[in-house]
């Protein structure tokens, strides 16, 4: 079984940069991709962006394409969320997610969650 | 861009049933899932591939399909099974992920 641990809470400025973590265990991180969903206070679920970490194939909803960076390193089965100048508006809980896939489609949906991040951006 | 819609919220007395529907002009082409998400937890899958269900999701939760509606169904409802209920499918082209706008089901 999958688990997917993120890093702790963050409390940043506007106009701070931030690279949050997803760490996978229980399984090789190559095995399937990893997502990024934002959850703004009192809000639904939003997909932003989806990473296969084996050979960091990454695509991004319209919505952040621009606004985010999603990055992994396979070698200490982590993936990665950042931004280069946080806005008041990036206040969130980030999850991250894992999407098994064969080698024709990815029909899992998102089947492991980690925890939540919780960031906050305040002046 | 592509949407799904919920209804806001559901309200179900203890042990009646409960349905959720959402509605998307792809689902007749794309699979749905559905994804429980309790106060302050992480949301947890509980129907996939329209009407799958993981292993350790009580059989009273069960998923349908019709034409640009897909329905989740949760049968002798409990009190845990209160929270927010999404979603969540793809596009068309089968290349931009979405979730519903969510449903608050209250027992």
């Known amino acids: 079984e999958v688990q997917l641990v993120q890093s702790g809470a963050e409390v940043k400025k506007p106009g701070e940069s931030l690279k949050i973590s997803c760490q996978s265990s229980?399984?090789?991180?190559?095995?399937?991709?990893i997502a990024w969903v934002r959850q703004m206070p009192g809000q639904g679920l939003e997909w932003m962006g989806i990473?296969?970490?084996?050979?960091?194939?990454?695509k991004y909803s319209p919505s952040f394409k621009g606004q985010v960076t999603i990055s992994a390193d396979k070698s200490i089965s982590t993936a990665y969320l950042q931004w280069s100048s946080l806005k008041a508006s990036d206040t969130a809980i980030y999850y991250c997610?894992?999407?098994?896939?064969?080698?024709?489609?990815?029909?899992?949906?998102?089947?492991?969650w980690g925890q939540g991040t919780l960031v906050t951006v305040s002046s | 861009s592509y949407e799904l819609t919920q209804p806001p919220s559901v309200s179900v007395s203890p042990g009646q049933t409960a349905r959720v529907t959402c509605s998307g002009d792809?689902?007749?082409?794309?699979?749905a899932y559905w994804y429980q998400q309790k106060s302050g937890q992480a949301p947890v899958l509980v129907i996939y591939?329209?009407?799958e269900r993981p292993s350790g999701i009580p059989e009273r939760f069960s998923g349908s399909s019709s034409g640009t509606t897909v329905t989740l169904t949760i049968s002798g409802v409990q009190a845990e099974d209160e929270a927010d209920y999404y979603c969540?499918?793809?596009?068309?082209?089968?290349?931009?992920?979405?979730f519903g706008t969510g449903t608050k089901v209250t027992v």
């Open positions: 997610a894992t999407l098994h896939c064969t080698s024709t489609s990815c029909l899992s949906g998102f089947d492991y």
């Open positions: 229980g399984s090789s991180l190559t095995n399937y991709w």
């Open positions: 990473i296969y970490p084996g050979d960091s194939d990454t």
């Open positions: 792809a689902l007749p082409k794309q699979y």
């Open positions: 591939k329209d009407s």
């Open positions: 969540q499918s793809v596009d068309s082209n089968g290349t931009s992920y979405v």
